[in-house]
């Protein structure tokens, strides 16, 4: 018999710490379930555990903060427990999975809140003072569509100035990709710079603290902006929604679009295809240009009989 501790700290943590480069918040979610199952056998645990710490989870408080975990946070735990419970499965110190046998929380995964222009610069706007540091994250963000982690693994050798471009060294699907520079991000990494330059000049990080390790969240920060700018229910992640769908509807190709943000299918990209909603008239009214007008008027012309029959 396995203590579930032991398994997790000498099998499961020096496992996935050898193959995944996102491992802190893992270690976290691991502690969190070891107190939880702590001084439990792997083969005691069973799907009427697993739901109870779904649901003390569930009701649990994010910092002082008074706001509930999210469902979304609730899954990350679960997920890591059913890939605890895979391993000890493939090195046989258990035969089932508990977890398999609950019920995950259903996400709306479509959700793309998104600012309008006059919402884009007051959040620019409160970018001063003890936040000055945000708005270049700000701005890359809004203005390339790069995620959190993306623009945080950011570093100086990523920017090629001569070419206007940025490189993603991997995304979340794995690969990398290059994205073009507009002169509002020019500008912003200039100011970047100027910033790095006082205070952590030897960082090869275009964002980092003042040891020159790259930023993990700026959560704080940026919930003190949103909260200042007024934007309710607004997230980082949001900065990405809002930078596609800008383009959507100001007639950027949904294909084009894809590639911008580094998605392998067009699955995640049709979300914003509804703002676009001129697209259809668009593409008929261009027929008209191909074809030619003689094509409409010479099917009927005006001195034809129409015949009541048909």
Not at 100 to 113: I, M, S
Not at 244 to 268: I, R
Request: hydrophobic letters at 40%; one cysteine or more.
């Amino acid at each position: 018999p396995v203590v579930f501790e032991v398994f997790v700290k000498q099998d499961y943590l020096p496992w996935i710490k050898a193959r995944r480069k996102s491992f802190n918040r893992v270690e976290i979610i691991a502690r969190r379930l070891i107190a939880f199952f702590g001084g439990k056998l792997l083969g005691e645990i069973t799907p009427e555990d697993v739901e109870k710490f779904k649901i003390e989870r569930s009701l649990e408080t994010v910092g002082n903060t008074g706001r509930k975990v999210s469902p979304r946070e609730v899954n990350y735990g679960l997920q890591v427990l059913k890939a605890i419970f895979n391993l000890s499965i493939r090195f046989g110190k258990v035969t089932t999975n508990p977890v398999k046998a609950v019920e995950f929380n259903k996400l709306n995964n479509a959700r793309t809140r998104y600012l309008d222009i006059e919402e884009i610069k007051t959040l620019e706007g409160v970018c001063t003072g003890r936040l000055t540091h945000l708005k270049p994250v700000i701005v890359l963000a809004l203005n390339t569509g790069m995620r959190r982690s993306e623009i945080f693994n950011l570093r100086w050798n990523d920017v090629d100035h001569a070419k206007g471009t940025l490189r993603v060294r991997e995304s979340k699907s794995g690969e990398g990709r290059t994205i073009p520079m507009n002169d509002s991000v020019r500008v912003s990494l200039r100011e970047s710079m100027s910033y790095r330059a006082v205070m952590s000049p030897g960082s090869d990080y275009v964002f980092c603290d003042g040891t020159g390790r790259p930023y993990k969240a700026m959560r704080n920060g940026f919930d003190t902006a949103v909260r200042n700018a007024g934007l309710e229910g607004f997230r980082f992640h949001d900065m990405r929604h809002t930078f596609a769908s800008q383009l959507v509807s100001h007639g950027t190709d949904l294909f084009v679009l894809k590639e911008l943000l580094g998605h392998k299918t067009m699955d995640m990209v049709l979300r914003y295809a509804h703002l676009s909603p001129d697209r259809g008239r668009k593409a008929v009214d261009s027929l008209v240009a191909i074809y030619g007008t003689n094509l409409a008027q010479s099917a009927f012309p005006a001195s034809a009989p129409i015949s009541k029959t048909l």
